[in-house]
């Protein structure tokens, strides 16, 4: 199996933060614009200590007066100092790559996209490096982009476009929710083995088709199916999971953290039974969601009683295990943003959820069904 990836070096290149003031700006201080558009960023304090350290500039010149009076059409510059982050594997496996777009197994613990403290050691930085090695479709720059998302704590299949063409046309069959499970004969199949705690995969694949254009049409273009390992014994053979999923504030989260919610937006899960295992009260299951909400799959599960093992932030009925009302701490690091949440965050690893089997068109050449399946041993 092929794979690539360079190891990260110790600290990351830090990050430039550049703002063009609109003319609604004019007037406000440095510090008062700061802290309404980058609020989730730093306290107070904090971004009072980043422009005293000499990181923020105007039109290019170091300001240290957080009360200097802001212009319409300047440019401000904040420089986020270069800082180490968590540790994170960044050995990528190939599943399958053509001119066009390339299927990784992402190992849990890599974040797919920058975000937080995880700006440089994710799947992006390495696809980028990768791509000055790979050839792509004639007429078409490179441009190299996972087009969906896996969690930092999942494992598995991830599909990424490697020209701008291929990146809208694979977006769009994820957005559309799209599926083709069960219709296509001769498919590409790419089957490997791992367990829920290996990252490694072993893999062939061969292309095919449809048995005819018509079958595409009245099907989707794509479908995910996860297997994942959960607590408790699920009794029946199969669930089909309705329940609305939707953001709620919450400690370390800018953006809110997405719970299982009655006001949410719909989303389908279907669970079937692999394996019961008794002894340690654990069930094996596959999970082909219709929707793709954020984090789905966990909400889902520990929604109807079977949270997945290991999963360190949500419990029982869809919910985290901490109140969204705790008071935030507003304790600053020494770069000046907040430091990192105690509080379980949903980019916290350990639960076992594996990207098993992807089925799609693909977005350019005309092959219109490409499947990509993995087998799950159990230790």
Known sequence: MLSFGEPWPEYNDGIYYRDVLSPSDEGSTLIEYYRRKYKHSAPLHGWLQRINNKQVTIDGCIVVNPDTILRGGTELVYHRLPWKEPDAPYLLEILYEDNDMIALNKPSGLQVLPGGLFQQRTVLTQLQRHAGSVTTSVC?????????????????????????????????????????????????????????????????????????????????????????????????????????????????????????????????????????????????????????????????????????????????????????????????????????????VPGDCGYHLHAHHVVFAHPVINEVGIEICSCIIIL
């Open 140 to 344: 078409q720059e490179p441009h190299p982009v996972p087009v969906h998302r896996l969690g930092r704590g999942t494992s598995g299949i991830l599909l990424c476009a490697k020209t701008k063409l291929a990146k809208s046309r694979l977006a769009a069959f994820f957005a559309d929710g799209t599926s083709v499970l069960g219709v296509c004969s001769n498919k590409a199949t790419i089957v490997s083995e791992l367990s829920l705690q290996s990252p490694f995969f072993s893999a062939d694949v061969r292309l095919g088709g449809w048995k005819d254009d018509s079958q595409l049409k009245k099907r989707r273009n794509i479908t995910k199916i996860y297997r994942a390992l959960v607590s408790g014994i699920i009794i029946d053979d199969e669930v089909i999971i309705e329940q609305p999923i939707g953001l709620v504030k919450y400690p370390g989260v800018a953006k809110g953290l997405y719970v299982a919610s009655p006001s949410g937006k719909p989303s389908l899960s279907k669970v079937i039974v692999l394996e019961r295992n008794m002894p340690r009260n654990s069930t094996l299951i596959q999970v082909e969601i219709q929707s793709g909400r954020p984090h789905q799959i966990r909400i889902h599960l520990s929604f109807i009683g079977h949270p997945l093992i290991g999963d360190p932030l949500y419990v029982i009925g869809g919910q985290p295990k901490c109140s969204s009302h705790e008071f935030v701490d507003e304790s600053f690091a020494q770069d000046g943003g907040y430091q990192r949440p105690e509080r379980p």
